[in-house]
């Protein structure tokens, strides 16, 4: 049973954040107008507040996540009762993606930063990806991004000290969701890296000492990036901009961006024009 169909539409909980429209995803604005027009009668857009689960673990989620705001973690659950973070997907690709096959997904998907998120019918989008060449290359594209994250991961929990794999998060998180504030509780952060949550305390006090970051109940405010580089890891580096979904989808659809305009006046829901 996929959790992500029975979830009401949360409203009122994100005053503070601007809504905007689908193509506020950088995979949705990249591309092009035929591609983009295949998909947008089906779009619909949602809030979702911190902590949902959008599919379990065994789960073949039923929707696709395209957020335009906030973060979804994917988590390998725990017999502790918590889960790992394998991945995490914002602005720069798609959550919900790896249950094309059949199989169940192995991780649960959570929200980590509630936002905004544009869904769509997961076997609508599998039906276009067979149809449409551009919307198969954001498909395989956002998968190899899942993968290249779990890969990552892997050995940056093996290999690399605690305060390093947190500033690999914070920086990461901050950077595609576009805000040096990050609203992440002291818990979750230390839950998705698998560290206790005294270490993640004692670490975000030596930063702040260090000037690196402003800690209050609930948030985490970037100060000075390059302190917080500086005391990271390389995985910063080959999970950047370069390696996003929307970027590289971006530069293969180029010629087509500039001609979105006659579909960015039309909202999701509305009938598509013939
Ligand atoms: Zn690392």
Known sequence: MSVAGEL???????????????????????????????LKQHLKQREFIQGRVLWNAGDRPAQLYFPQSGLISMRVPTTEGYGIETGSVS?????????????????????????VYTTIDAE???????????????????????????????????????????GRWLL?????????????????????????????????????AAGAIHNTRGKIRIRNRALLQNGGCSCCAKLGSDNWPSNRLAALSRPAVHQMSSIDSQEPGHQRSA
């Open 124 to 166: 609508i989008f599998f039906q276009a990806v067979q149809q449409n060449r551009a919307i198969a290359e954001l498909a395989g594209l956002s998968r190899q991004w899942i993968l290249w994250q779990a890969q990552h991961m892997a050995a940056c929990n093996a290999a690399h000290s605690a305060e390093a794999r947190l």
């Open 172 to 208: 990461l998180v901050s950077d595609r969701t576009e805000n040096t504030t990050i609203p992440a509780t002291q818990e979750s952060i230390a839950d998705a890296l698998g560290l206790r949550r005294t270490t993640i305390t004692l670490l975000t006090h030596s930063l702040e």
């Open 8 to 38: 009401p539409f949360v409203a009122g909980d994100l005053q503070s954040q601007r809504i905007v429209g689908p193509r506020e995803n950088g995979l949705l604005r990249a591309l092009p107008p035929t591609a983009y027009g295949a």
């Open 91 to 115: 602005r720069e690709g798609v959550a919900g993606i790896e249950g094309e096959f059949g199989s169940g997904a192995m991780t649960f998907g959570f929200v980590q930063i509630g936002g």
